[in-house]
């Protein structure tokens, strides 16, 4: 008698996970090590044992961490017989080889660790080229390390030359496959951004702050789409733009995009620049913040450093306070505030308390940057006066004579200058009062 079949799963590798904090740094207050613990578990990896620490001004130029630390691991190592070692820093290719050789075992870095998880993350075809591109340039300079297999039979007989020979032709073939990565992401990214300058003529906002503080959970409950959204680090890759039609029936466009994380590794910062760029290129960036996280103020921090290495640093208009209903102390709300340039509005994303503040101030901020406007057109041409409706407010309207209607409305240069396209000469306008903020997009 056959046995009914059962699905097999990919087996999780058992991770020990090890770190060193140089200088001032600390840890985080949710635990030692918390924050890797969450990006193992978004690797799909089973943390095994308690992290191992150690606080030094400088890092060993050989190990990173000192002796009795090296041997300390290998001892847990003996212990747990994990498939892997996560350290918790990023590594150089001589720190990688030597600990592994300490070691006995599979060592992966934090860049290591991030790169693999934005490996099985990615969805579009610009993502994982993208990926593919920061992992080979990550891989490049630590090809030795994949080829120590060859030292053991360093000398034998018919073995010398060709380990030398190998790691030379497969240095040549990485840098090619750079180079054709980096050409094949140039066309995509150029078709991109013909797509958003063609997105141009609406108001764009754009979502930005640290891994899962709830970003795509807001791009849901903003405009109603059902994008994936979890309690997990770098649950978005891809950048996601959909409509949100605010309470007064303007239309804005809103983009979601990948979080950021303290020390992102600098390789993929760069692959995913374009990526960046299609969401901090938005007319007004809503800088979302898991105020609930007791590590809130490094997070921010970690957010303004990264759009800072972008040249966006002045972009950032208003600040979210998001998860508020899990804070239970409104006066740490006021402390993580304090200080800060932007406006900021206080919501829950989850239960929707707090979004007719946001709507309401979007709607301020688009009132500020657009012109009001007295319009003429075509009484009989409803499907004109439908677009004046849908993308500007209405504050009067007037049928002149059998022929004409005039609208007073407050619209904005891009909504305004699609509309024109449209009604192709049939419609005339006045600026009764010009913008009292250019669009950043301008500035």
Known sequence: MSRDPRPTRTPRDRVLISAVLLGDQQPEHEGVCAEVRGLV????????????????DRPDPATLMGKGKVAEVAAEIQAHRPDAVVVDNDLTP???????????CRVID???????????????????????????????PRLRRMWTHLER???????????????????????KRITDLKRELAEIEARKQREVVSRSEQFTIGLVGYTNA?????????TGAQEFAADMLFATLDT???QWRLSDGRKVLLSDTVGFLGRLPHHLVASFHA???????????LHVVDASHPDAPDQMAAVDEVLESLAHSTRTGVLVMNKVDLVSDPLDLQLLVAGRPERVVYLSARTGEGLERLDGLVRELLDARSALLSILLPLADGRLAAMVRASSVVLEEEVLGHSELRMRVRMDEGALGNLARTAAGHLRYEVLEPPREPLLSDG
Do not use: C
């Open 240 to 242: 996601r733009t959909r």
């Open 153 to 175: 039979t360093e000398g034998a007989i018919g073995t010398r030359g060709p380990g030398e020979t190998q790691l030379e032709t497969d240095r040549r073939l990485l840098r």
């Open 41 to 56: 578990h978004a690797a799909n990896g089973e943390v095994v044992g308690e992290p191992i620490v150690q606080r030094r």
């Open 275 to 285: 990526t960046l760029e299609e969401t901090l290129n938005a007319d007004l960036l």
């Open 110 to 140: 934090r860049s290591e660790l991030i790169l693999d998880i934005f490996a099985r993350r990615a969805q579009t075809r610009q993502a994982r080229l993208q990926v593919e591109l920061a992992q080979n340039e990550y891989l490049a």
């Open 214 to 222: 709830g970003k795509s959970t807001l791009l849901n409950r903003l």
């Open 94 to 104: 001589a720190q990688g080889r030597n600990l592994e050789k300490a070691w006995g």
